[in-house]
């Protein structure tokens, strides 16, 4: 029998069983699609040599006018700022305490013989479980120096009125109320959940409630802490999920921590309680789902929370931006309204023309109408869902986003996105972490990619994307909890582990601190094929390969040491849809009726010879060494058919 080319077509289905996607792919894992031909994805290298601390929701890149790259990450318990390689701590002061304030620091600290754990007496401190504190003035006492108390220290054991922190030295004595009359004690802002967090336990549920006061078995879910930044100009402003705007003022000494947007310089009527900042592309910041504006409560003018409030600062015609000005007045351009649809708003994204709005129920458009109005809203969907406040994207002049049960695409009007992964995604989801979801873009690529939590994960493990250019899926697993296309910066980012990853940039996954990369486990799985509709056996005899190792490594980048790129192609065989497969080198001649063969191919493998017989056949390209970098063209199979029994 001639060599027939095994011709797949592109993109992953799971929507349908294995033999109903005969002559497709049906599983897979770090690949893409390029020319509708599968390859294995680029790898990864650490950026920073600096640890972060907590889980990062956000990796925001910018430009200083100088040219210099920043990027901010933000996480849980941190706000860090990068500058090239180095982590700088920016995270803001919450408060500040001193032997003069009313919680007088005054010889604070207490120890106990031949232990590390130092109780610090502190009233009304307000810091949380885990929160960090930083000390200055300190005298040492009961053996441990004064540069083990001067530093910052993460507290446990909280109560109202005391903490405890854990030095370098153990103590000597027992030691209750010393440390001098000099302390200062500098509280960072709490820190806030890495994920979503079910809450149980006794009153929990609602007052006179029937389960109140013996223990809740309902969850009350706490939310993870989100950060979002933007940049006004060099300068940095961001805010915690549903908490309070801050601004990072660029010296280009990157001494300086963020401090409280209302706290600086001509500062009026700044938001609280803010769901998400953004800029519009008019210059005027935006705060939705925030506090209103109350001209009756001076000094501060806040007003009650509103879930649906959006309002804006002013732009100055001669000055420009005033993120700081949030008074309404006719002379400027500050303002507000509110959305109709919904209880609250989740997210929003700037598009060429306006401002996407998402409530948890509908879609707004919001314009600049340069009126005494200054934005007009219009609803452009009700009736849609969003999956979480970071699962939107804009790429390519559309803006996508993962709702509850769909994907959804907004050009100008609201699509529903066709999907042949719909099920396999939204059937093993864990939809309970939902705000910790996020999307991103790889536009060298043309990928829209969304990161999300598998059905009984806590943190994200799984990821899925869309090919907009040749409108095809697929799938893989990875652990990321941030991420943000090249654009400032070189590569794509991505945040995991402590660590800002560069994507793109080499072929396996960068270890930190110069230790030896790992090898990425990448493959892909065809859908069932068979021969005459199944009716006849077929008897398999050899495969001619086609693989192609263009821009593989040809030495180990850490020990120098010469590498052969190489796959393992696999073959099986069975007679019946879900039937198991057994396994076979491909220098054995099977004599099972369903087989999996399983060869080694590099650039130098011609011809791959087997011996199996089936009905159905599958084919898979695997690797997971260091180095590899491959994709897959039209392999060739040399097979007859073999009877209609077996």
């Not at 309902?218 to 402003?237: G, K």
Request: net charge negative; with cysteine.
């Amino acid at each position: 029998m001639a060599l027939s080319k095994i011709v797949f077509k592109p993109g992953i289905n799971r929507d349908q069983t294995n033999y109903a996607s005969e002559g497709g792919w049906f599983d897979c894992d770090k690949i893409r699609f390029r020319s509708g031909f599968p390859e294995k994805i680029g790898g990864w290298q650490v950026q920073t040599i600096d640890q972060y601390v907590g889980a990062a929701r956000a990796v925001y890149p910018w430009l200083a006018s100088n040219g210099q790259e920043l990027t901010a990450v933000g996480t849980n318990r941190k706000i860090y700022l990068a500058i090239s390689t180095t982590l700088i701590d920016i995270t803001p002061i919450r408060s500040t305490l001193t032997s003069i304030t009313a919680a007088s620091t005054d010889n604070c600290f207490s120890t106990t013989d031949t232990s590390n754990v130092v109780s610090v007496a502190l009233t009304a401190h307000g810091a949380t479980e885990g929160s960090y504190v930083t000390f200055s003035g300190v005298v040492g006492f009961a053996g441990i120096p004064s540069g083990d108390f001067n530093q910052e220290f993460s507290v446990s054991n909280v109560t109202t009125n005391t903490f405890d922190i854990t030095v370098a030295t153990l103590a000597t004595s027992t030691v209750s109320g010393d440390g001098g009359t000099a302390i200062v004690a500098a509280f960072q802002i709490n820190i806030g959940n890495n994920n979503v967090t079910a809450g149980y336990g006794w009153g929990t549920d609602g007052w006179g409630s029937d389960t109140w006061g013996s223990g809740s078995t309902i969850p009350i879910y706490q939310p993870a802490r989100l950060v979002q930044f933007q940049n006004f100009n060099n300068d940095l402003l961001f805010n915690l999920e549903s908490g309070d705007i801050y601004y990072w003022a660029y010296d280009g000494s990157f001494t300086t921590r963020a401090v409280l947007l209302s706290s600086v310089a001509g500062a009026a009527a700044v938001p609280e309680q803010v769901t998400r900042i953004l800029f519009a592309s008019t210059g005027h910041l935006f705060a939705l789902g925030c506090t209103e504006y109350d001209p009756t409560n001076s000094p501060s003018f806040v007003g009650p929370y509103d879930p649906l409030m959006v309002r804006w600062a002013n732009v100055d015609a001669d000055i420009g931006p005033e993120p700081e000005n949030w008074t309404p007045e006719l002379t400027n351009t500050s303002g507000f309204f509110r959305l109709q649809a919904g209880s609250r708003i989740v997210s929003a994204v700037n598009t060429r023309q306006e401002t996407l709005i998402w409530t948890n129920t509908s879609l707004y458009s919001v314009q600049f109408l340069g009126t005494a109005e200054v934005f007009g809203q219009q609803p452009m969907s009700a009736h849609i869902s969003i999956a979480g406040p970071n699962v939107v994207v804009g790429a390519n002049n559309v803006t996508y986003w993962m709702g509850n049960d769909k994907f959804y695409s907004y050009s100008g009007r609201v699509d529903t996105l066709p999907c042949t992964l719909r099920q396999y995604v939204f059937t093993n989801m864990n939809r309970t972490q939902g705000q910790i979801f996020f999307a991103g873009s790889n536009a060298q690529f043309n990928e829209v990619i969304w990161f999300y939590c598998s059905e009984n994960a806590q943190q994200i493990d799984r990821y899925v994307v869309y090919n907009y250019s040749e409108n095809i899926w697929y799938f893989g697993t990875i652990d990321r909890t941030a991420w943000v296309d090249a654009g400032n910066s070189t590569y794509p980012l991505a945040a995991a582990n402590g660590w800002v990853y560069q994507h793109e940039n080499g072929n396996d996954d960068g270890q930190p601190l110069g230790a030896s990369p790992v090898g990425i486990n990448s493959y892909i799985q065809s859908a069932d094929i068979d021969i005459s509709d199944g009716e006849q056996f077929v008897l398999l005899r050899r495969i001619i390969p086609d693989v192609n190792f263009t821009d593989s490594d040809i030495a180990n980048p850490v020990t120098g040491a010469a590498l052969t790129p190489k796959v393992d192609m696999t073959v099986g065989i069975r007679n019946f849809p879900g039937a198991v497969s057994d396994t076979a080198n491909a220098s054995n001649v099977s004599t099972n009726r369903n087989v999996q063969t399983t060869a080694t191919i590099d650039q130098y493998t011609n011809q791959v010879f087997i011996r199996a017989r089936g009905r159905q056949m599958n084919y898979k390209i695997a690797s997971s060494d260091v180095g590899v970098r491959w994709q897959l063209g039209m392999p060739r199979v040399d097979a007859r058919t073999d009877g209609r029994r077996g």
